[in-house]
Protein backbone atom coordinates (compact mmCIF):
# COMPACT_ATOMS: atom_id res chain seq x y z
CA UNK A 1 0.00 0.00 0.00
CA UNK A 2 0.57 3.73 -0.70
CA UNK A 3 0.59 6.48 1.35
CA UNK A 4 1.07 10.26 0.67
CA UNK A 5 1.25 12.56 3.33
CA UNK A 6 1.58 16.99 3.30
CA UNK A 7 3.27 18.90 5.75
CA UNK A 8 3.38 22.42 5.64
CA UNK A 9 0.77 25.31 4.37
CA UNK A 10 -1.06 27.43 6.76
CA UNK A 11 -1.82 31.40 6.48
CA UNK A 12 0.43 33.79 5.21
CA UNK A 13 -0.26 37.70 4.94
CA UNK A 14 0.19 38.73 0.87
CA UNK A 15 3.94 38.71 -0.35
CA UNK A 16 5.11 36.56 2.37
CA UNK A 17 6.73 32.77 1.45
CA UNK A 18 5.42 29.42 2.31
CA UNK A 19 6.32 25.84 1.50
CA UNK A 20 4.57 22.57 1.54
CA UNK A 21 6.18 19.14 1.06
CA UNK A 22 5.06 15.38 0.29
CA UNK A 23 6.09 11.98 1.65
CA UNK A 24 5.48 8.82 -0.24
CA UNK A 25 5.91 5.98 2.03
CA UNK A 26 4.57 1.68 1.25
CA UNK A 27 5.52 -0.56 -1.40
CA UNK A 28 7.17 1.85 -3.76
CA UNK A 29 8.56 0.30 -6.82
CA UNK A 30 9.44 3.67 -8.79
CA UNK A 31 7.94 7.17 -8.69
CA UNK A 32 8.25 9.10 -12.10
CA UNK A 33 6.33 12.69 -12.16
CA UNK A 34 5.56 14.54 -9.17
CA UNK A 35 3.25 17.18 -8.81
CA UNK A 36 1.70 19.86 -7.23
CA UNK A 37 -2.22 20.99 -7.15
CA UNK A 38 -4.62 22.93 -5.37
CA UNK A 39 -8.68 23.52 -5.29
CA UNK A 40 -10.39 26.58 -4.21
CA UNK A 41 -14.01 26.81 -2.89
CA UNK A 42 -15.93 26.48 -6.03
CA UNK A 43 -13.52 25.87 -8.21
CA UNK A 44 -11.98 22.56 -9.86
CA UNK A 45 -8.80 21.09 -9.23
CA UNK A 46 -6.02 22.98 -11.09
CA UNK A 47 -1.95 21.92 -11.63
CA UNK A 48 0.03 24.40 -9.65
CA UNK A 49 3.53 22.68 -11.02
CA UNK A 50 5.07 19.33 -11.65
CA UNK A 51 8.36 17.71 -12.02
CA UNK A 52 9.34 14.34 -14.05
CA UNK A 53 11.79 12.02 -12.47
CA UNK A 54 14.20 13.74 -14.67
CA UNK A 55 14.07 17.02 -12.88
CA UNK A 56 11.88 18.67 -15.39
CA UNK A 57 9.46 21.09 -14.35
CA UNK A 58 6.23 22.86 -15.29
CA UNK A 59 4.34 25.41 -13.93
CA UNK A 60 0.72 27.56 -13.92
CA UNK A 61 1.19 31.00 -16.21
CA UNK A 62 -0.06 32.15 -12.26
CA UNK A 63 2.39 30.55 -10.13
CA UNK A 64 5.28 31.40 -12.74
CA UNK A 65 8.29 33.14 -11.18
CA UNK A 66 6.98 32.99 -7.46
CA UNK A 67 6.99 28.81 -7.25
CA UNK A 68 9.49 26.16 -7.59
CA UNK A 69 8.81 22.82 -7.12
CA UNK A 70 11.87 20.04 -6.24
CA UNK A 71 11.89 16.90 -5.47
CA UNK A 72 14.12 14.40 -3.14
CA UNK A 73 14.23 11.30 -5.19
CA UNK A 74 16.15 9.18 -1.90
CA UNK A 75 13.80 10.15 0.12
CA UNK A 76 10.44 10.12 -2.03
CA UNK A 77 9.78 13.55 -1.35
CA UNK A 78 8.18 16.63 -3.02
CA UNK A 79 8.02 20.18 -2.34
CA UNK A 80 6.91 23.19 -3.45
CA UNK A 81 8.42 26.82 -2.57
CA UNK A 82 6.01 29.37 -3.07
CA UNK A 83 6.87 33.46 -2.54
CA UNK A 84 4.96 36.32 -3.19
CA UNK A 85 1.71 34.72 -2.38
CA UNK A 86 -1.43 36.53 -3.31
CA UNK A 87 -4.68 36.12 -1.98
CA UNK A 88 -5.96 34.36 -5.26
CA UNK A 89 -3.41 31.76 -3.95
CA UNK A 90 -5.54 30.60 -1.12
CA UNK A 91 -6.35 26.87 -1.76
CA UNK A 92 -6.41 23.22 -0.38
CA UNK A 93 -2.92 21.94 -2.17
CA UNK A 94 -2.44 18.66 -2.70
CA UNK A 95 0.23 16.48 -3.78
CA UNK A 96 0.57 14.05 -6.76
CA UNK A 97 2.69 11.28 -7.56
CA UNK A 98 2.59 8.27 -10.31
CA UNK A 99 4.28 5.61 -8.68
CA UNK A 100 4.82 1.85 -10.23
CA UNK A 101 4.51 -0.78 -7.06
CA UNK A 102 5.46 -4.25 -7.95
CA UNK A 103 3.05 -6.88 -7.94
CA UNK A 104 4.53 -10.36 -8.53
CA UNK A 105 6.72 -10.02 -11.84
CA UNK A 106 4.77 -6.65 -13.24
CA UNK A 107 5.00 -3.18 -11.85
CA UNK A 108 1.75 -1.52 -11.55
CA UNK A 109 1.58 2.40 -12.43
CA UNK A 110 -1.22 4.61 -10.45
CA UNK A 111 -2.12 7.92 -9.63
CA UNK A 112 -1.54 8.55 -6.01
CA UNK A 113 -3.11 11.86 -3.70
CA UNK A 114 -1.92 13.24 -0.44
CA UNK A 115 -4.75 14.07 1.94
CA UNK A 116 -4.44 18.06 0.96
CA UNK A 117 -3.16 20.92 2.61
CA UNK A 118 -5.03 24.38 3.40
CA UNK A 119 -2.88 27.28 2.39
CA UNK A 120 -4.26 30.70 3.28
CA UNK A 121 -3.34 34.03 2.25
CA UNK A 122 -4.72 37.08 3.53
CA UNK A 123 -4.82 40.51 2.07
Known amino acids: QVQLVESGGGLVQAGGSLSVSCAASGSIFSINAMGWYRQAPGNQRELVAAITSGGSTNYADSVKGRFTISRDNGKNMVYLRMNSLKPEDTAVYYC?????????????????WGQGTQVTVSS
Open 96 to 112: NMRIGTAQGMLVRTGDY
